[in-house]
Structures are given as structure tokens and as C-alpha cells.
């Protein structure tokens, strides 16, 4: 099994920074995808990101592509998401989650089997 912990969320103004950081314990070895998911009261959950942890290629959302950074540092088995120019649109709960296969390119029909707990994002006009 696969333990993941999201911190860094928090509350910014329109056009803030934030970065998010989600440590993996326990059989990271099998992981092959982390991402970046996002919830809102007003919208079903969404993909924000995915990086392949072996080689870093990386996958954005268009929403988000140009203002997030998605990254991993294999040593540290954490990854991260920078998120940049936030929009109160933004705001939601961001989870992480690892998949141990699947098309970097097709989040939404990845099987992600580990999930972080979820840290709150509230951009403000």
C-alpha cells in the first residue's frame, strides 16, 4: 500500500501563488503516475495534472496549463504542483493520488488506487 499526504493549501488573493506538496510512504516503488485532482462544491471532480514518476513528463489540464507546474523529486518521493496567477475558479479541495500504469494522456480513465486526504485552495476576487 501507498500512504499520501498532501500540505501546502491555503487561502491567497486573485493572482497569488500557492505550491503543493504530496508525500508518498510505503510502496512507492509500483508508482508509475501521480496527479493532481481538484473538487469544488460546484464542480464534479476534475483532473489538474499527472507527471510520470519515472520520467517526468508531464500533463496538464488547459485550465490550468501556463499557471501550474506539476513536479516530483523521486529522493524525496514527493511531488509537487506550483500553482501560479490563481483564479477564484481554483478554489477547491486538491487531492493527489498515484496510479501504478496507465496513459498520462487520459487521467480520467486512469485506475488510482492510493488518494492523499486533500488540502483546501480558496483564491478570493
Known amino acids: 500500500q501507498v500512504q499520501l499526504a498532501e500540505s501546502g493549501g491555503g487561502s491567497v488573493q486573485t493572482g497569488g501563488s500557492l505550491t503543493l506538496s504530496c508525500v508518498a510512504s510505503?510502496?512507492?516503488?509500483?508508482?508509475?503516475?501521480m496527479a493532481w485532482f481538484r473538487r469544488s462544491p460546484e464542480k464534479a471532480r476534475e483532473v489538474v495534472a499527472g507527471?510520470?514518476?519515472?520520467?517526468?513528463?508531464?500533463y496538464y489540464s488547459d485550465s490550468v496549463k501556463g499557471r501550474f507546474t506539476i513536479s516530483r523529486d523521486k529522493a524525496e518521493n514527493t511531488g509537487y504542483l506550483a500553482m501560479n496567477s490563481l483564479k477564484p475558479d481554483d478554489t477547491a479541495v486538491y487531492y493527489c493520488?498515484?496510479?501504478?500504469?496507465?496513459?498520462?494522456?487520459?487521467?480520467?480513465?486512469?485506475?488510482?488506487?492510493?488518494w492523499g486526504q486533500g488540502t483546501q485552495v480558496t483564491v478570493s476576487a
Open positions: 507527471v510520470r514518476w519515472s520520467s517526468g513528463t508531464t
Open positions: 510505503g510502496r512507492i516503488f509500483s508508482a508509475d503516475i
Open positions: 493520488a498515484l496510479a501504478t500504469g496507465g496513459d498520462l494522456n487520459d487521467l480520467p480513465r486512469v485506475y488510482f488506487p492510493s
